[in-house]
């Protein structure tokens, strides 16, 4: 078994032929870096496209993520590619800019989720991407003055603007040209307070009668420049409690453990198996809980039945929370793991406690059972689900999806197994895939992943039962002030709720990151949304925004 999270400093460079993919990028190149999880190629910003596009044909088909960040003598980009059939195969292309003209191509042409990732790269750093189809803030208001992670960055600038600066939304003639045909369209706003927008989100929605011609997301309303905070905060004890603030619902101890495999592999600290197994299971019972606050939510904006689809999914999360409050103390805002481990041990008596969560296992079925008649065999609910809100496999890839919105099209891509951590390997449990790509598809691979999340628990626990009181060992030990060497880079991520929640962090030699980049799955998979909602009803189009099961605290960060 296992003693240890992450051992591998370098990268398996028997996993991806980087010389080989050197010799194919040809002089695009420029010069070849190592990070922790992969080599790191350095293009020039002319050749970005071509650099991308010579990638994606080579299997690298999953843009994870865009960092972008000002350093002493230049600004860069950095792109995190990786595989969709082999979450380890990665590579990283950066492309640095002069501090005076912080330009290069855009990726948006090669990738549609750069289009997202770079507006907010544009928006917070000031990087500006040649050919970008839409680049303009994404999070801030367009009147915003300056770019906050920027080095020149004045936070005490007033940000007040002129009244006749503010744009109206409609002043625009609004029509939408369809197999050159104008249609008569009209504007509606939805949001940013509406219930079925599932927090701050504004909708700037075309309508051709109820068929959805247009759709924007406006996000950027609950931005707390959570990167910024983290920044500013110590590695070994200060920023473990702010993953938690990032998807609140809570997903906490998924959020703690993506940055804590980052660092810990960063500054190669080993944990324990035991501190392995406990983190297993308290990440999958967090799993349960997001999952069915999720279909709580989504049972309600479909059907409108507050009493029984709402409390029912609510009433099993309430208990899933007990458990959690339990072993952590808290029921939200958890702060359980460390650097190492988790802060303390199993709650006494454990006997009780592992019969409390058996009790629990053992009701699952039968409450499944409940939800599948009130609310996935509803009429009403099939006929507002199947067949709406389609994603195909090759446009979730382009946009970047993961989690429950990619494998319901399709996609066979869970990092628990494709780039294991944990002790998921040792255990005994399936990755759920749909082929309808449409909500009811990822509704119920949500209800099927809380019943494989159960199994895994039901292993965790057999395992803990049986384990030594003497080696129980719930931390390693870890310096009291972590100061990785300089000019350390990683990407690492973990199979969050919503799906692929990933860490990009920079070292200068301090014991706070120079950088730190969150890649937020709900960012992303939201960014798909227009291509799932055009031509559709407005009524497919709320369905479709709770199927994504997006949670603003993570879109915003």
């Not at 972008?68 to 590579?91: G, M």
């Not at 369809?178 to 701050?200: E, K």
């Not at 939200?332 to 009780?352: A, C, K, Q």
């Not at 990009?504 to 890649?519: H, M, N, Q, S, V």
């Amino acid at each position: 078994m296992s003693t240890q999270d992450e051992t591998a400093t370098e990268p398996d460079a028997g996993a991806v032929d980087y010389d080989a993919l050197e010799e194919l990028l040809g002089d695009s190149v420029v010069d070849r870096e190592t990070h922790h999880n992969a080599e790191a190629f350095v293009v020039r910003g002319d050749a970005v496209q071509d650099a991308l596009s010579t990638l994606k044909a080579e299997g690298f088909d999953h843009l994870a993520s865009v960092s972008a960040q000002e350093l002493d003598d230049r600004y860069e980009s950095i792109y995190h590619l990786r595989q969709y059939d082999d979450a380890q195969a990665e590579v990283s292309v950066v492309v640095p800019t002069p501090r005076n003209d912080p330009s290069h191509e855009s990726a948006a042409p090669v990738y549609s989720t750069a289009n997202w990732h770079e507006r907010e790269a544009y928006d917070l750093v000031g990087m500006n991407y040649e050919g970008h189809p839409d680049l303009r803030r994404i999070l801030l208001p367009q009147t915003w003055q300056g770019h906050p992670l920027s080095k020149d960055y004045d936070q005490d600038k007033p940000q007040i603007v002129a009244l006749e600066k503010h744009k109206n939304p409609i002043e625009e003639d609004m029509q939408v040209e369809t197999d050159g045909d104008d249609l008569d369209t009209m504007f509606l706003n939805i949001g940013p307070h509406h219930p079925a927008t599932h927090g701050v989100l504004h909708l700037k929605t075309v309508l051709d009668g109820e068929q959805v011609a247009d759709v924007e997301p406006d996000i950027g309303y609950l931005h707390r420049c959570q990167e910024q905070m983290c920044q500013n905060s110590t590695f070994r004890h200060q920023i473990m409690p702010y993953p938690d603030r990032w998807d609140y619902t809570p997903a906490g101890i998924l959020n703690e453990w993506a940055y804590a495999r980052a660092i810990e592999d960063l500054a190669d600290i080993e944990v324990p198996y035991y501190a392995q197994v406990v983190r297993t299971m308290a990440a999958e019972l967090t799993r349960i809980s997001a999952h069915l606050l999720a279909v709580a939510t989504f049972g309600l904006d479909i059907v409108g039945d507050f009493a029984a689809v709402f409390m029912y999914a609510m009433r099993d999360r309430d208990y899933v929370m007990d458990i959690l409050e339990d072993l952590t103390g808290q029921r939200m805002m958890y702060n359980y793991l460390r650097l190492g481990g988790v802060v303390w041990d199993l709650p006494e008596p454990r006997d009780e406690f592992f019969e409390k969560i058996r009790q629990f296992l053992e009701q699952l079925p039968e409450k499944t059972d409940e939800y599948h008649n009130v609310l996935t065999q509803n009429e009403l609910f099939q006929m507002r689900t199947v067949n709406t809100g389609y994603l195909a496999p090759e446009v979730a890839k382009d946009y970047g999806a993961t989690g429950p919105v990619a494998r319901a099209s399709g996609i066979d891509y869970d990092l628990r197994r494709d780039d294991p951590y944990g002790i998921y390997d040792e255990l005994d449990w399936d990755v759920i895939t749909k082929e309808g790509g449409d909500n009811y598809a990822r509704l119920m691979v949500r209800m099927q992943e809380v019943e494989e999340s159960a199994k895994i628990i039901e292993q965790c626990i057999n395992i803990l039962e049986d384990f030594d009181e003497e080696e129980r060992e719930i931390q390693s030990n870890v310096p009291r002030s972590l100061k990785p060497d300089p000019g350390q880079e990683i990407y690492k991520a973990v199979e969050g709720a919503k799906g692929e929640l990933g860490i990009y962090i920079r070292t200068d030699g301090t014991e706070k990151p120079a950088r730190f980049k969150i890649r937020g799955p709900s960012f992303v998979n939201l960014s798909a949304l227009k291509e799932m909602s055009e031509g559709e009803l407005i009524s497919d189009l709320v369905a479709t925004i709770g199927s994504l099961d997006i949670v603003l605290a993570e879109v915003d960060r």
